[in-house]
């Protein structure tokens, strides 16, 4: 097999028209597959390992996280933007649009990217405990549109809000990161982005890369006070070396992180259940990406 390309038809931006779009733009011998359940894109992946000249994965952030956790180091990927935030192609710097982030793709150069590891699992950008995978979760809970897609950005955020609503825009320290203190949730970023809203990048971690560690930005306690302060914070604004009430960390190897009672954990924005512990370490130079 020269190269594959796994498409997710349940992804926000993934229709025939832009598939079909898609595939005119990649090379002439690329053999299409189609995801049908969760997990089948971990599979494709582990088949082609080694074996494909590039692998081109056009879906959203969940699709891309299964192919992570199947492909080996030297198989190039090649991330077009399907889904509704698409936040690992466009951290990489590929274009929004999928047709031109394809066309890109085919002629593009390769580059060896970071990930991080969560209990075991591979992510890509980001993974969280507490009140983002919460947020996840929520969002998770009001299912699919009509035509099968994900909630849109707005839905998303007025979820965030909702739910810090229902801790009355409070939050105390709830968990241990070893060696740093108590805080009140944990935010581990991988890359320069954490998400996106539109097409403004959320930056908890401004000085995160891929070439690098991972990076923790945990605020100690949440407060209505306090809101402002880290919003400034999550779009890469101010000085966390300074912070009174937070606690970072940049290019770290490891963290691990023990949680009073069971807490929610995400990884690339998919929702892995609740953990009492989380093991979190940096996989230097471990994947090779399209560019």
């Not at 968990?175 to 935010?187: M, N, Q, S, T």
């Not at 539109?198 to 306690?221: K, M, N, W, Y």
């Not at 949440?222 to 999550?234: C, I, K, N």
């Amino acid at each position: 097999m020269s190269r594959l390309l796994i498409a997710n038809p349940w992804a926000t931006r993934v229709g025939e028209e832009r598939l079909a779009a898609v595939r005119a733009a990649l090379p002439e011998d690329t053999e299409l597959r189609m995801t049908s359940a969760r997990g089948d894109a971990t599979e494709m992946a582990r088949e082609v390992s080694g074996h494909a000249d590039a692998l081109y994965v056009f879906g959203g952030d969940g699709t891309y996280n299964e192919v992570l956790n199947g492909i080996d180091a030297t198989t190039p990927i090649g991330l077009i933007p399907g889904g509704g935030t698409s936040v690992l192609p466009r951290a990489l710097g590929l274009p929004n649009d999928p047709v031109a982030a394809a066309r890109r793709l085919a002629t593009g150069s390769t580059r060896r990217i970071s990930v991080g590891r969560v209990n075991g699992r591979r992510f890509g950008f980001a993974c969280g405990i507490g009140l983002d995978a919460e947020v996840v979760r929520a969002v998770d809970e009001l299912g699919r549109r009509s035509d099968g897609r994900r909630p849109s950005n707005a839905r998303f955020a007025w979820t965030g809000v909702r739910t810090l609503g229902r801790h009355r825009f409070r939050l105390e320290p709830a968990l241990e990161i070893v060696g740093h203190g108590r805080a009140a949730f944990a935010l581990i970023s991988n890359g320069p982005a954490y998400s996106y809203a539109g097409r403004v990048a959320v930056r908890p971690a401004p000085l995160a890369s891929f070439e690098g560690g991972l990076d923790l930005v945990a605020p100690i306690r949440l407060r209505t006070r306090e809101l402002p302060q880290f919003a400034w914070y999550a779009f890469g604004r101010g000085d966390r070396t300074r912070a009174h009430n937070l606690l970072y960390a940049h290019d770290a190897d490891r963290f691990e992180i023990v949680c009073d009672a069971p807490m929610p954990l995400e990884a690339d924005g998919e929702d892995l259940g609740d953990v009492e512990h989380a093991l979190i370490e940096a996989e230097r130079d471990a994947i090779t990406v399209l560019v």
